[in-house]
């Protein structure tokens, strides 16, 4: 029943970073305008992503742009994307190696192949979350080069945005929830053995206890097979 409760609640905990690195994702907000400066009363906030560039203006309306060249981007940007996909395909892997290697499911034909699919989905999420913290990390690191570099403009020096934020979370969820579900393994494999050593040392008590009933039994007889009260 621990494991099956370690299991559970990893899995929850790696669903909502697959979850996280969706957003992530999606939202057009790794990069932000710096207010440093005269940008400090701009008309219009700048939002960069993965995937296409928005301007906010300070009446409300918002245009967003999708990027017309991958290779016009900058590196880390083009790492950021390759990376973040690629976690997101490892979190749907993982996911599906954790439906088919649940105690609650039968998926898998072989009960026995459970704890294996559980490891492999474990390995997935934790792959997943390397990736997703690499590229926020990378990214995060690049806006702090541009953000204390002179040779910038106040205009093109950027913040972090609320997607690095959310990548961060989803990292450490799915680094969290793929940890669990490894764990959940290994207390599979550990159950079997100790009820196998438990049930071993309670027959081997029973046989110590029945050998002494009837070494016990044996003893009280006499050679003639009267019992002793017979002779007093």
């Not at 245009?63 to 016009?72: A, D, T, V």
């Not at 999420?125 to 806006?143: K, M, P």
């Not at 972090?160 to 450490?172: P, Q, R």
């Not at 040392?201 to 009260?229: C, I, M």
Request: proline content about 3%.
């Amino acid at each position: 029943m621990p494991s099956a409760g370690v299991e559970i609640l990893g899995m929850i905990l790696a669903v909502a970073g697959w979850l996280g690195v969706m957003v992530a994702c999606c939202l057009p907000m790794w990069r932000v305008v710096a207010y440093v400066g005269q940008n400090i009363v701009m008309a219009q906030v700048i939002w960069e992503g993965l995937w296409m560039s928005c301007v906010v203006q300070s009446t409300g309306q918002m245009h967003c742009r999708i990027y017309e060249s991958m290779l016009g981007l900058s590196a880390d940007l083009q790492a950021s994307r390759a990376l973040t996909v690629t976690a997101l395909l490892l979190g749907v892997l993982g996911i599906a190696l954790a439906v088919a290697g649940a105690k609650c499911t039968n998926c898998a034909r072989d009960p026995a192949s459970k704890p294996r699919l559980a490891l492999a989905s474990g390995l997935a999420f934790v792959g997943a979350g390397l990736l997703l913290l690499v590229a926020v990390c990378w990214t995060a690191h690049t806006i702090v080069l541009d953000f204390y570099n002179p040779l910038l403009e106040e205009t093109q020096k950027r913040e972090f945005g609320k997607s690095l934020y959310f990548g961060w979370a989803a990292s450490c969820l799915l680094l969290l929830g793929g940890a669990l579900l490894s764990c959940s393994c290994s207390c599979a494999r550990a159950q079997p053995g100790t009820r196998a050593g438990t049930g071993a040392g309670a027959s081997a008590a029973t046989l110590s206890h029945g050998s002494r009933a009837r070494y016990s039994a044996v003893k009280a007889l006499s050679l003639d097979g009267h019992e002793r009260r017979d002779y007093v």
